[in-house]
């Protein structure tokens, strides 16, 4: 890795601190200095997965890249929730899955294509995320249904329950899921060996897996910066909370496993590429909202529920079934890139024109 890459987060990162600390009144340029840091790190932890993944295949990489990865995405939740943010915390959640599906997956298959003409992955092994996937969406849309069912005095009180009841299944889920790619069918998902033909990475083990816990637990110090400074600047430009997590909070927090998956498709290792993308978006909701949801029973002001917007649960059908389209041939290309591309920003455009009584319809 070029010593250009740790400088710049090294940099970044003391910038932001020293004006978290030194200037804790400029909070846009303590939100841009955030951001800004969340790349280089994000291409540590990328450059460490991917050492990691000559080794391991792209099966566990991809599942170290996204663990990593979403630790951020956990420790921003946490800070978001005791700050009793849950409209922020929700949106986050909903964002993060579709920034992985359409704009990481997009931009992924898009400069990948443009280098080889055609990307070939593992078919089995999406069809089996995508599935996933599908059964993600259908347990985020039944909360909303039982809203709109049950109603009646003390509805909070039992969307919280049943959200938490919600929440142990899909962890549970989320193990089975484990058993299933890394024990039962490691052999008919792995593509390691056709991964192992490539140069011997220049890496021991133990120093990718150091700069891979570094790197994300910096990524967390400063995702919990970069949630303090979001309310000021959201009044500063008029930005709903809604926007704010849906969008920009769940791009910024996505940066690791975004920087990683652009890098494994330049490489043409799309299998490393769609395992972090469709696997980031499955742990995120079959494990970081479930533990997030567990946790708000002790940190938070209030119980976090799972009922989300009608505009979320538009968005996750419509990523999930698009997401399928394209990822169910194991083939991709740089047009394909840019359909996924095209369906995030018009989620991105829509959200951010909605009048604020929508985006406060919780």
């Known amino acids: 890795m070029k010593w250009t890459v740790y400088a710049t987060a090294s ?153 938490l009841d919600f929440a142990i299944i899909l962890a549970l889920t989320y193990a089975l ?30 120093k990718a897996l150091a700069a891979l816990a570094l790197s994300a637990g910096v990524i967390g110090w400063v995702g919990e910066i970069l949630v303090g400074s979001l309310e000021p600047v959201a009044r500063r430009f008029g930005l709903s909370n809604f926007f704010i997590g849906l969008v920009v909070l769940a791009v910024a927090g996505n940066a690791a496993e975004s920087v990683s998956a652009i890098r494994a498709a330049l490489r043409n290792r799309m299998d490393l590429s769609v395992g972090i993308t469709a696997g980031s978006s499955i742990q995120v909701a079959l494990f970081v909202a479930p533990a997030l949801v567990i946790a708000s029973n002790w940190v938070a002001p209030r119980p976090l529920d799972l009922v989300f917007t009608d505009v979320e649960l538009l968005a996750l059908v419509v990523a999930v079934c698009i997401t399928v389209l394209v990822a169910g041939d194991g083939e991709s290309n740089w047009l394909e890139g840019v359909q996924l591309i095209v369906v995030y920003l018009l989620i991105a455009v829509m959200v951010y024109s909605l009048p604020p009584s929508v985006n406060q319809g919780r």
Request: charged share 15%; aromatic share 8%.
């Open 11 to 163: 940099a970044t990162v003391v910038a932001a601190l020293a004006v978290r600390y030194l200037w804790p009144s400029r909070a846009i340029l303590l939100f841009l200095l955030s951001c800004a840091a969340m790349v280089p790190l994000a291409t540590v932890l990328s450059e460490a997965t991917e050492q990691l993944s000559f080794r391991s295949g792209s099966v566990l990489g991809a599942l170290l890249n996204v663990t990593f990865g979403n630790a951020g995405e956990l420790v921003i939740g946490f800070f978001a929730l005791r700050s009793g943010l849950m409209d922020v915390v929700k949106a986050s959640i909903s964002g993060s899955i579709l920034v992985n599906l359409l704009l990481t997956m997009g931009a992924a298959m898009l400069v990948g294509g443009v280098r080889h003409k055609t990307l070939c992955f593992n078919a089995l092994r999406a069809r089996t995320q995508t599935t996933t996937l599908t059964l993600a969406a259908i347990a985020l849309i039944f909360p909303a249904a039982y809203k709109t069912l049950a109603g009646g005095p003390g509805l909070a009180g039992r969307e919280a329950r049943l959200s």
């Open 177 to 206: 899921g484990l058993l299933f790619t890394l024990h039962t069918h490691r052999d008919v998902l792995s593509t390691q060996k056709r991964e192992r033909a490539d140069a011997a990475p220049p890496w021991p083990a133990w």
